[in-house]
């Protein structure tokens, strides 16, 4: 197989997400949206996918992978794999943030996209996007904040948009309420790794890549500093020395 | 790969791969349960070719506790790099790595999530097994790495900040539970003791250093269930220090420390003893971070030498978390099991398998 290949780990929401491509487009492809098995599923689904499209992982010229915002355990496990196979394999990786993941696809909308991801505890993570000629362009830094927060930022933009993600369909009464604007369709409200693999090709091509010990998440939030006294039992912690 | 005289089991792995495992099988260890991020190439069982750890204490001593979200953050920024280190410092290819254990669990799943992850991706990437290793296993397994002459049946005495037990190895992957805390694990009560007294945390070194100052017979703090059966109880003796230093506010830090630590040493030597007698231990294995505390140490081994018992202190480094101790248990688990399925995950409140 010639030109450049590369591997696509998707874990950052509910969803797990692999794919595998290149120039000719996304050879395989695995998805599953079970919530929280995304350390079980995830590497039987890169053996899964690389044998059914009959790529060895020898070939693959990188990996990509989703650095977010979003669910912070499920984000880990595809970044800790992603890390472990570029470095083992020698090969470079790629970060593509979830919300640009949910937008792409919804380029030939004609509309301003409004991508939202439910980061939880009645909050979450969005970036609006213009439709540009081949592709979208972001127009606000990732945020984070409560439904109101989010409400208050897209109406000053005063648009007809179209919200895409799994935060846009949990807070759709909201949202509705007060915005104008459609409602992308479920399969797309979590980010793929389909997207991802055509993306990461592009930037592959330009060399717009980094090492894996240089990837960095994207949490937008402060580490909760709350001491789990009760996770921390059941550890087998080394606080007595 | 080499074949062994004593046709050693095998392990396949999918269904391309048979995997001897013998003396020069190479095991990538990994270890992110809790604070520490670790990694070590262990050849045989107990052979350490490298051995790795970085410490995240400094990042937690702030909070008086190790924060799960910052252990995590801080495990998938520092996993690469210290395995590469450890396979460096081995002085073998990568190509010689014939398995990866990790540790699946007990501790913080968000934590354990990034290793197994890791150690799954790179098995599957170099095409050999992966091993899902059980943290306290792995602590028992440390005592062979340092002293390969120990001899079943043995008694360990595992003491941490998570747990107090007291367990029979009658053979490889053979345990009997013999002991346990009813209340708080001694490491905590330490933990506990330390943060009220203000001397800091980690709360056993504090203690242990503090205590180098004081008279270990200043007050008599009580010897709970002394002499009653094998389990353990610590949030008693926790509670009467408390008490002493409300009612005596200008009491010594120093003795307090002192004497609360040899209440607790007392107890934790005197059952082991006991449990060692009763199963006719040849030999008395201490094992966890509390494992480093100097009177412990001192006790225990005096205790062995009283009885005329092989016992076994680990080193100081061995005490805390590790990952040749994860590679060393991984490697008899290959043996006894063979791999783990790659679509295990790990298991926060994990525990060993004891023997009814
Ligand atoms: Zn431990």
């Known amino acids: 197989m010639g030109g450049v290949l590369i591997l696509g780990i998707e874990t950052a929401t509910a969803q797990v997400s692999v794919a595998i491509g290149g120039h000719e487009g996304v050879l395989g492809l695995f998805e599953v949206c079970r919530g929280r098995r995304h350390a079980e599923t995830l590497i039987p689904a890169i053996e899964f996918v690389c044998r059914q499209a009959e790529i060895d992982l020898d070939e693959i010229s990188a990996v990509a992978v989703d650095v977010g915002p979003g669910l912070v355990t499920g984000m880990r496990v595809g970044l800790a794999a992603g890390k472990a196979i570029a470095q083992a394999r020698r090969v470079p990786m790629i970060g593509i943030s979830s919300l640009d993941l949910l937008a792409f696809p919804l380029r030939h909308g004609g509309r301003p996209v409004a991508a939202i991801i439910d980061a939880r505890k009645g909050e979450v993570f969005w970036a609006c996007y213009l439709p540009v000629p081949g592709g979208v362009q972001r127009i606000s830094e990732p945020a984070v904040g409560s439904i109101d927060d989010l409400v208050a930022d897209l109406m000053a933009r005063g648009n007809d948009m179209l919200f895409v993600g799994d935060g846009a369909l949990r807070y759709r009464e909201q949202l509705a309420e007060w915005l104008r604007g459609d409602f992308a369709e479920q399969f797309l409200a979590h980010p793929s790794s389909a997207p991802l693999v055509q993306l990461a090709h592009a930037k592959a091509l330009r060399e717009e890549w980094v090492n894996p010990w240089e990837i960095q998440p994207l949490y937008l939030r402060a580490p909760d500093a709350e001491i789990n006294w009760s996770t921390r039992r059941t550890a087998a912690g080394t606080g007595g020395a | ?356």
């Open chain 2, 1 to 356: 790969m080499t074949m062994s005289a004593d046709a050693a089991p095998t392990a396949s792995v999918g269904s391309s791969k048979v995997v001897l495992v013998d003396s020069s099988t190479v095991v990538l260890g990994i270890e992110t349960s809790c604070d520490e991020t670790a990694a070590a190439l262990v050849m045989g069982g107990d052979d350490v070719l490298s051995s790795v750890v970085s410490t995240q204490v400094d990042l937690h001593a702030q909070y008086g506790g190790v924060v799960p979200e910052i252990a995590s953050r801080a495990h998938l920024e520092l996993l690469n790099p210290i395995i590469a280190r450890a396979i460096v410092e081995a002085g073998v290819p990568e190509q010689r790595i014939d398995a990866v254990a990790c540790t699946v669990g007990p501790g913080l799943i968000g934590a354990l999530l990034v290793g197994v992850s890791a150690a799954k991706a790179l098995a599957l990437v170099w095409d050999v097994p992966f091993i899902g290793v059980n943290h306290h296993e792995a602590h028992l397994y440390s005592a062979f790495l340092e002293d390969p002459t120990l001899e079943f049946p043995l008694v360990a005495l595992i003491v941490s900040g998570g747990h107090t037990m007291l367990i029979e190895m009658q053979g490889h992957g053979r345990y009997r539970l013999l002991g346990r805390t009813i209340d708080d694990a001694a490491g905590e009560a330490f933990d506990k003791v330390a943060r009220f007294l203000d001397l800091g945390y980690p709360g056993g070194p504090a203690i242990d250093r503090v205590a180098l100052h004081g008279d270990p017979e200043a007050i008599r703090f009580p010897r709970a269930m002394l002499h009653d059966g094998l389990d353990f109880s610590f949030s008693g003796v926790k509670t009467s220090v408390i008490n002493h230093v409300r009612k005596h506010p200008d009491v010594s830090a120093a003795d307090v420390a002192a004497s609360f630590q040899a209440a607790v040493v007392d107890v934790l030597v005197a059952k082991a003893r006991r449990a060692a007698d009763q199963v006719g231990a040849k030999g008395l294995v201490l094992g966890g971070g509390v494992a480093a505390n100097s009177l412990l140490r001192e006790q225990f081994l005096a205790a062995c030498v009283d009885d005329g018992r092989h016992g076994f202190l680990p080193s100081r480094a061995m005490c805390t978390d590790n990952a040749a101790m994860i590679a060393s248990a991984g490697w008899h688990r290959l043996r006894s099991d063979g791999p783990t399925p790659l679509d295990a995950g790990a298991v926060p409140n994990l525990r060993l398998d004891f023997l009814p």
